[in-house]
């Protein structure tokens, strides 16, 4: 039994994408966990999860109407014709046996309401903050405080946008000096890969054991 157990699975490809460690190896379980990508709405949550999901993402992309033209400011991303209307689901793995499944949740306030299903069971969250609106990040700072997640707050780099220092940031949004803050471009999968992984240390030395 042992034997048939420690077998590996067929080295095939699943839709061209290769197969990683743990899924060619019955006895290597990963360690999954999972992460929120948070902020105010057309911060780049979107944006970040397809540029490091190693999977097509899952996105429940809406096109804008003139029904939200009222509630949806556009002043910053004029150019922004949709919008996730549920969430964005992407993975990356991360050390062989690190998988992370990452989860970007809805900026509009009437989709706050999912919030709470969507943090169910995850280990941190990454806050993007857009420092043209600044503001906007506010409410996911007040939830993952309220509700002890751990977090991080990821300032997205826009073209055009005034570079600030990162305790600029902190001073501003009044983060706590626990909490990294980190400037970052959301395009980019190498910035988004370290904005992980300081989330992924962040949980580590702040959850409760």
């Known amino acids: 039994m ?7 699975l067929p080295s095939a490809e699943v839709d061209d994408e290769p ?3 743990w899924q060619t190896d019955r006895t290597r379980a990963p360690v999954a966990t999972k992460i929120v990508i948070a902020g105010g709405f057309g911060v780049g949550k979107t944006t970040l999860v397809k540029a490091v999901s190693e999977i097509e993402p899952l996105q429940t992309e809406a096109l804008m109407t003139e029904a939200s033209a009222e ?7 004029p150019q922004k014709t949709t919008t996730t209307v549920a969430m964005d689901y992407g993975r990356i793995t991360l050390d062989d046996d690190l998988v992370l499944y990452l989860f970007g949740t809805p900026g509009q306030q009437r989709f706050w309401f999912m919030w ?46 005034e570079r600030f220092d990162e305790e600029d940031v902190r001073d501003a949004l009044t983060v706590p000096a626990h909490v990294p803050i980190l400037i970052m471009d959301a395009r980019r999968r190498i910035s988004v890969v370290e904005t992980l992984l300081a989330l992924v240390r962040q949980a580590l030395e702040y959850s409760p054991a």
């Open 2 to 8: 042992d034997s048939v157990a420690s077998e590996p």
């Open 19 to 21: 197969l990683k460690a």
């Open 71 to 77: 509630t949806d400011d556009l002043s910053a991303t």
């Open 116 to 161: 709470d299903d969507l943090v169910r069971g995850a280990i941190g969250a990454v806050v993007l903050a857009d420092t043209r609106r600044i503001a906007d990040c506010f409410p996911a700072l007040d939830y993952f405080e309220s509700c002890g997640l751990p977090y991080v707050v990821a300032v997205n780099h826009f073209d055009g946008s």
